[in-house]
């Protein structure tokens, strides 16, 4: 079981993970998990777009402090 927040951040046009699959995913986990959408992104939003991918890192971090 872990014990520490979870955020799954997905590329809106992933073509190997649906959104839908992971919000599925995070409602089963025992504490939960926040899903985070990626605009226009696909499979890599760390490497397509660095700023935003950052920038997502960074709102979550704060949220869990």
């Known amino acids: 079981r ?21 919000s599925g995913l995070s409602a089963v986990l025992p504490q939960g998990a926040s899903v985070a959408i990626a605009p226009g992104q696909g499979h890599s939003p760390f490497a397509e777009d660095p700023a935003a991918f950052a920038a997502q890192l960074a709102a979550f971090r704060e949220a869990v402090r």
Not at 2 to 22: H, S, V, W, Y
């Open 2 to 22: 872990l014990a520490l927040p979870i955020r799954f951040l997905i590329g809106e046009k992933d073509p190997t993970a649906a959104p839908e699959a992971l």
